[in-house]
């Protein structure tokens, strides 16, 4: 059983907009910290956005305002609203869960568990 599964992804003009969901298995689920991530070609990884067991969310500073992260714990997963798309948000985004359910430094205390294996975005100009 696959713990993550990202889906949502696809190519949009700049100025659009596209909702990632994450399904998490039982095994990644319960509620506890998620985050989005992306990685564009060329590029480190880097966190996009985190919200906590209590929700409780945080964002990188070039998507704050734009993207919104939430959740439906009844089935299991996670969403990010993206809005007002630019060509800099081209890269591959993933999903990741923590076994625990705390946010420190805008980040999933103690790390991440378990990880997706990505859904492209690509947003031309």
């Known amino acids: 059983q696959v713990p993550l599964v990202e889906s949502g992804g696809g190519s949009v003009q700049a100025g659009g907009s596209l909702r990632l969901s994450c399904a998490a298995s039982?095994?990644?689920?319960?509620?506890?910290?998620m985050s989005w991530f992306r990685q564009a070609p060329g590029k480190g990884r880097e966190g996009v956005a985190t919200?906590?067991?209590?929700?409780?969310?945080n964002y990188e500073a070039s998507v704050k305002g734009r993207f919104a992260i939430s959740r439906d714990n009844a089935k299991n997963t996670l969403y990010l609203q993206m809005n007002s798309l630019k060509a800099d948000d081209t890269a591959m985004y993933y999903c990741?869960?923590?076994?625990?359910?705390?946010?420190?430094?805008?980040?999933?205390?103690?790390?991440?568990?378990?990880w997706g294996q990505g859904t492209q975005v690509t947003v031309s100009s």
């Open positions: 990741a869960a923590s076994v625990r359910g705390g946010l420190i430094a805008g980040y999933c205390d103690g790390g991440y568990n378990y």
């Open positions: 039982s095994v990644a689920a319960s509620n506890n910290c």
């Open positions: 919200i906590a067991r209590d929700g409780t969310t």
